[in-house]
C-alpha cells in the first residue's frame, strides 16, 4: 500500500528521535518516497546526516535554508505530501499546531498543508497527561488530526507509563492502514459495512451547574471506532462525556443525555449493519431539573430519580438485520449478569468485564473482557490494551457476519 506514496516525516526533538532512523528507514523498504523536516531540537538526538542517507533525500532543518530556489521549500513540501508524519511528536510541537504557530519549518510547512496529518507523540507520562497537552490533542483531534498513541513501559526519564513512542513497525502498520482505508480496499473483512459505536458516559442534569455521571472515558468505544475502520467499515461514532480525545477522522455526534443518545443511535440504526454500545448510560435521571442552581437550604437534600429509556433494550427490540454487541460493566458475578443482559436485550454478543480487577476499569489503557453469545461463553480475553482487545471484537463480528461462527 505504500508503493509511491509520498510521505512527508516530521521528527521532533524528544530522546525517541532515535526511533525515527528506523521508522524512515521501513517507510523506504515498503515503497514509499520520505522527505524529512527535522526541528532544531531534533537534530541535538539524530544527526541529518542519518536520515538523509536513509531517506535519499534532502533533509530540511531551517525555513531559510532553500535548497532550490526554484520554490518555496515549505510550500513545496506541504503541496508534494500525501501524508505527513509527525514522529516522535513532542508536547511542544502538538502546543504549536493547536495554536497554529509557524515559528520554524515543521510547524511552517503544517500550516501550509492540505495533506492529512498524522502524530505519533512521545513525552513523559505526567506531560502527556497534563490538562493542557489533553486539551491540545482534543482539539486537533476534531480538527481531524490523526493520532498513534503512545504505548507504556519504562521511559527514558526513568517513569513507568504512558508516553513511549510507539515501535516504528507498528507506526507502519498504521500509516499502510490508512491508505488502504483510502483505497476503500473490498479485501477488508468489514468493507461496505456500516458500524455505529457509542462511547463515553451520559450526563443528567440536575441544574445549571450539576449533574450525574460515571467514569467512562470513552476509550473504549473511541478504540472499537478505530478497529472497525481499520477492518473497512463505514464508521459513526456518538460520543457523550469523555476524558480522552476522539479518533480523527471518523463522524462524530455529541450528545449529552441517555434521551439525546437514544435519539441519535434510533437514527441511524435502520441503516446499520453493526451497533456497538459500548456507552456508560446513566440508568437514571433526575425526576425535576432545575433551570436555577439549587440554593443550600439544610443538611441533607434529596434527589428523586426516574429510570432512563434503556437504549440497549429498545434496539434489541426492534433489530431487524443489525448485529447487536452489548456491554457489562459489572463488579460481581460477571457471567450471571452478562448472559442475563444478552437475552433480555436481545443482543447478539456481550462484552463484560469486572471493572475492580487491576487494569480492567474505567478510565484505563487497558481491559480485560469475557465475550459471550446465546451459547455462553465464546472468547475469554487476557489483560490487553483497549486497542488490541477492540480488534479482537470486531475481528469475532466480522466472522460472525460472514457466516464464520466462531
Known sequence: MLTGKKILLGVTGGIAAFKAASLCSKLVQQGAEVRVIMTESATKFISELTLQSLSRGPVYTDTFDEKNPAVIAHINLADWADLVLI????????????????????????????????????????????????????????????????????????????????????IVKVVERYFERLAGSASLPLYGKKVVVTAGGTIERIDPVRYITNDSSGKMGFALAEAARELGAEVLLIAGNTQSPPPAGIPLERVQSAQDMYEAALGHFGSSDIVIKAAAVADYRPAVQSDRK?????????????????????????????????????????????????????????????????????????????????????????????????????????????????
Open 87 to 170: 514522529a516522535p511528536a513532542t508536547a511542544n510541537i502538538i502546543g504549536k499546531m493547536a495554536a497554529g504557530l509557524a515559528d520554524d519549518m515543521l510547524s511552517t510547512t503544517l500550516l501550509a498543508t492540505q495533506a492529512p496529518i498524522m502524530v505519533a507523540p512521545a513525552m513523559n507520562v505526567h506531560m502527556y497527561q497534563h490538562p493542557a497537552v489533553m486539551r491540545n490533542m482534543n482539539e486537533l483531534a476534531e480538527r481531524g488530526v490523526m493520532f498513534v498513541e503512545p504505548g507504556e513501559g519504562l521511559l527514558a526519564c526513568g517513569y513507568v507509563g504512558k508516553g513511549r513512542l510507539e515501535e516504528p513497525e507498528e
Open 294 to 406: 439549587i440554593k443550600k437550604t439544610g443538611e441533607t437534600l434529596t434527589l428523586d430519580l426516574v429510570k432512563n429509556i434503556d437504549i440497549l433494550e429498545q434496539l434489541g427490540r426492534l433489530k431487524t438485520k443489525q448485529f447487536l454487541i452489548g456491554f457489562a460493566a459489572e463488579t460481581n458475578d460477571v457471567e450471571k449478569y452478562a448472559l442475563d443482559k444478552l437475552r433480555r436485550k436481545n443482543c447478539d454478543l456481550i462484552v463484560a468485564n469486572d471493572v475492580t480487577s487491576e487494569g480492567a476499569g474505567f478510565g484505563t489503557d487497558t481491559n480485560i473482557v469475557n465475550i459471550y453469545d446465546a451459547e455462553g461463553l465464546v472468547q475469554s480475553l487476557p489483560l490487553l490494551s483497549k486497542r488490541q482487545t477492540a480488534r479482537q471484537i470486531l475481528g469475532l463480528a466480522a466472522d460472525r457476519i460472514a457466516g464464520d461462527r466462531v
